[in-house]
RNA sequence: GCAUCUGUAGUCUAGUGGUAGGACUGCAGCUUCCCAAGCUGCAAACCCGGGUUCGAAUCCCGGCAGUUGCACCA
């Protein structure tokens, strides 16, 4: 017997419980898109509220936008997306195996074919006698195979536009506006939360690998002459990352070295402040969603590896049941996308540092929300003979915070219950109020899907005015008088103080 | 995309060329019980489209979706 794989068992609760599932289902399915429901929403709104206080909010230098979904053609033949995510295919006319035509001339003729049209590409193919690499087949004419989804904008379909393959772009088209809202003056970041999509041709697992996707990113541009002169530099130069180098890598490495930010810096293992800052402040952000520092990483990427804008990529890779996954990309885009938008549209980008005229840098962070979304439920999940599985989320994640149930519905508990859940929902938390079946079901009920906190009102509770405080992960319960249960939720929350500090634990 | 295996209520599953049973979940009621699975009742399914056949969920073909392998992958 095969053992269940937990990616697995993660899919079957998340669409049992109203979390994730595939789009159209009752039509079948699109493969690679997926909808989040009542319980995933409220997690991915937690997540982008996470990144928004920590990346945005706590910045003065940081705003946010919302750009355009759909842009036209010439957005991204600027930005060189038409060229680099639109692949010329061949096929095998015998064995139907797919190639890259550029790598397969390549590896057979040491040709250099990338970026040529399709027409050159097979008659490089048929000159050099080109053969498929499974079956020495023939190869059937190049054809194009584009990342991006294409439409046809007006009624007579005038304009052809793209779906956006990252967020990015709007922020680089315009920033002329940007820049000037910001008044000239660097350092300035423009954050952007919101879909982006790509034609992958085979989507896969779950929520990695998807072909609409959520992703927030931020363009911090700076001048590269002063790229070691960060402002929040001193608060970070401490805190230590998980780093793999790529010497490690070529050495073969089995676990991350760690090292403070400022000894990367020194031995030039980070490039710059820029990208020191994102690692810091992501490492602090996934170890507050639930995410243990031990399994995940920056790893810097190999020259072949980083996207055609990328002058050096640093991403964050977790340590996942299905190996190990990209969930956060960190780029090191230079002034490409700037450079190449000023020029092909005429527009200067220049902004005046020091009396001189330079074209910023950029540094970008690329978190995939659905990714990091699966990692916490990844990390979360428990099965340890409870009886029922559970997430062990911290309450910053929890889709609802605290249950409330009464131990019967008669006698007024229920009415109490349900007075104490609406004043708990008034006072800002995500309640959940639940009296169909056994207090012991609605417990594992609640433990499903990560609730911390189950408030139960018994008989006691009408008589004092107290109610008992069921703690998920122990199973263990306090009682705590009404009027204290705001201030003992919050501090249990935030994990300002221990479950038992407020009093006895009851058997 | 190629190959492979797979597709029965919300979930897990039984099943035969004559249109489907079970368990759990859910809902209502009983019970009044602090860690799901006490009792009664209800609701709920053969992925889609063709074909073969008197008749198909069962056989064949195609599609869609998923698994695994290969290829691709910001």
């Not at 294409?150 to 379909?157: D, F």
């Not at 018994?458 to 069921?470: A, M, N, P, Q």
């Amino acid at each position: 017997m095969t053992e269940e794989r937990l990616m697995d068992k993660i899919i079957e609760v998340c669409t049992r419980r109203g979390f994730i599932s595939p789009a159209a289902e009752i039509y079948g399915g699109v493969g690679g898109f997926y909808e989040y429901g009542p319980l995933g929403t409220l997690m991915m709104q937690k997540i982008i509220d996470l990144w928004r206080q920590i990346f945005v909010l706590d910045d003065d230098r940081v705003y946010e936008i919302s750009g355009s979904v759909l842009l036209p053609e010439s957005v991204f033949q600027a930005s060189g997306h038409l060229e680099s995510f639109d692949d010329p295919l061949v096929q095998c006319k015998n064995c139907k195996s797919m190639f890259r035509a550029d790598d397969i001339i390549l590896d057979e003729s040491s040709i250099k074919a990338e970026g040529l049209p399709l027409e050159e590409l097979d008659k490089i193919i048929a000159d050099n006698n080109i053969k498929c690499q499974k079956c020495q087949g023939n190869l059937d004419k190049a054809k194009q195979f584009n990342l991006m989804f294409k439409a046809q904008v007006g009624s007579t379909g005038g304009t052809t536009a793209y779906l956006r393959p990252e967020t990015a772009q709007n922020i680089f088209i315009n920033f002329k506006r940007l820049a000037g809202f910001m008044r000239n003056k660097l350092p300035f970041g423009i954050a952007q939360v919101g879909s982006s999509f790509r034609n992958e041709i085979s989507p896969r697992n779950f929520l990695l690998r998807v072909r609409e996707f959520q992703q927030m990113e931020i363009e911090m541009f700076y001048d590269p002459a002063k790229e070691n002169e960060h402002e929040h530099y001193e608060e970070i130069r401490d805190l230590k990352i998980n780093l793999v180098t790529r010497e490690m890598q070529e050495k073969g490495w089995t676990k991350p070295l760690k090292i403070s930010i400022e000894e990367g810096l020194e031995k030039k293992l980070i490039p710059n402040q820029y990208m020191a800052f994102l690692m810091a402040m992501e490492t602090e952000m996934l170890k507050v969603l639930g995410v243990p520092e031990d399994v995940f990483w920056f790893r810097h990427m190999q020259d072949h590896e980083a996207p055609h804008y990328s002058a050096g990529n640093y991403d964050l890779e977790a340590d996942l049941s299905i190996g190990h996954m990209e969930i956060i990309g960190n780029a090191l885009r230079t002034d490409y996308d700037l450079q190449k938008h000023a020029k092909a549209s005429g527009t200067s980008y220049e902004i005046v540092v020091d009396d001189k005229k330079i074209v910023p840098h950029v540094a970008e962070p690329s978190l995939g929300v659905g990714r990091i979304l699966y990692t916490i439920l990844e990390k979360c999940y428990q099965d340890d003979g409870r009886g029922w599985t559970w997430f062990k989320f911290p309450s910053t994640i929890a889709p609802l915070e605290i249950a409330v149930f009464p131990l019967m519905k008669k006698d007024g508990l229920a009415e109490f219950a349900y007075d104490l859940h609406q004043d708990l929902k008034d006072a800002g938390y995500l309640s959940f109020y639940d009296v169909s079946g056994k207090i012991g079901k609605r417990y594992a009920r609640a433990d499903e899907i990560g609730i911390p906190y189950c408030i139960t009102v018994d008989y006691d509770s009408l008589k004092e005015g107290s109610v008992t405080v069921r703690d998920r992960d122990t199973i263990k319960q306090i009682r705590v008088p009404v009027e204290d249960l705001e201030v003992v939720i919050g501090e249990l929350s935030e994990g300002e103080a221990e479950f038992e500090e407020f009093g006895g634990i009851i058997s």
